[in-house]
């Protein structure tokens, strides 16, 4: 198996006058997670597609397990899952079925009845597909892209509309896929489930990649983290300053509303906490504040709506 699960070099993909992708590039390692985000129209969706073979590149390399998905399709297939966000299921069959139909394709399934246990629908075993909430029947899709044991598995939206205990029950599931060293791509537009996941994460815009990283590398660079406490107002914190380590800066940024900004180690914080204690002053609400996964993902693609 190469050390590589999925291989984007330089690709592009146009529709007409209009570049959807390019020039993004990136690697899955294999059995690892990678998300790849991005706001509607940043050529995410096509860039999927054509690890999946269901579109061709105009320019530049994939390589899935090894293999050309253009070209490789037959031989690709036993061996990888794809999740849709919706179709590939006949309406009228009941839900437990298709599960069993979809099993019954892989050389080594995992059990049916498993697996609608664990995402919830084993009281929906007997529902037809049509008559499933859009929660359960993105939750049979799911169970229907891993059923076979693939090796690489694609998903697309794995929790868009599920609600939180449905949400919890997928993370750990797409989470003891990785522990089997299954390779998971994702995409997925909530930043928490990326950043509490995916072990990489390529964020694309406007069909280029604008940041990858794991969660800590993206969410750790520009500003220093912050320390935020309550406390009554009008300190003196020109003393305060004079006991923190060089370089750091303590502000009220409203009545009683205090930010030390700098370096945030245990040194500073005791730092903190220890003038606090000295100046009769009870430190509320004390909190170390970093930017999110959210945070950085604004911040490179702008704030605005996309249609």
């Known amino acids: 198996m190469p050390e590589a699960a ?10 007409g006058a209009t570049t959807a992708v390019d020039g993004v590039t990136f690697v899955a390692p294999t059995g690892s997670m990678l998300a790849l985000l991005g706001p509607n129209g940043a050529g995410k969706t096509t ?18 397990l090894g293999l050309d998905p253009a070209r490789a399709g037959r031989r690709l297939r036993p061996r990888v899952g794809v999740m849709l966000q919706s179709g590939g299921v006949y309406p ?25 246990d664990r995402l919830g629908l084993a009281s929906s075993a007997r529902t037809p597909y049509r008559r499933l909430s859009g929660g359960q029947q993105q939750r049979l899709s799911l169970a229907m ?8 598995v694609f998903l697309d939206e794995p929790t868009a509309g599920l609600d939180p205990q449905a949400r919890r029950a997928t993370w750990e599931l797409l989470s003891a896929l990785r522990a089997d060293g299954v390779t998971v791509v994702l995409t997925t537009h909530y930043m928490e489930e990326a950043e509490r996941l995916a072990d990489h994460v390529v964020i694309v815009d406007a069909g280029r990649v604008v940041a990858s990283g794991t969660p800590a590398e993206l969410t750790r660079g520009g500003a ?28 009220e940024v409203a009545p009683g509303q205090y930010v030390v900004e700098g370096t ?3 040194q500073l ?39």
């Open 47 to 64: 860039t999927v597609e054509i690890c999946e073979g269901f579109r061709r590149a105009d320019a530049g390399t994939v390589r899935v």
């Open 269 to 307: 914080l005791a730092t903190v906490t220890a003038w606090c204690a000295a100046h009769g002053v009870l430190a509320e609400d004390l909190r170390v504040m970093q930017r999110s996964l959210e945070d950085v993902f604004l911040e490179l693609t702008g704030r605005g709506l996309r249609s």
């Open 92 to 116: 009228g069959a009941r839900s437990g079925e298709m599960l069993r139909l979809v099993a019954a394709y892989a050389a080594h399934p995992l059990d049916p009845a498993m697996l609608l």
């Open 145 to 152: 892209a891993v059923v076979g044991r693939p090796e690489l």
């Open 6 to 15: 999925v291989e984007v070099d330089g690709l592009v993909k146009r529709y």
């Open 264 to 266: 945030i180690d245990p």
């Open 224 to 251: 220093d983290r912050q320390l935020r406490f309550r406390a009554p107002p009008a300190l003196e914190l020109d003393r305060l300053v004079l006991a923190l380590p060089v370089g750091s800066h303590a502000s």
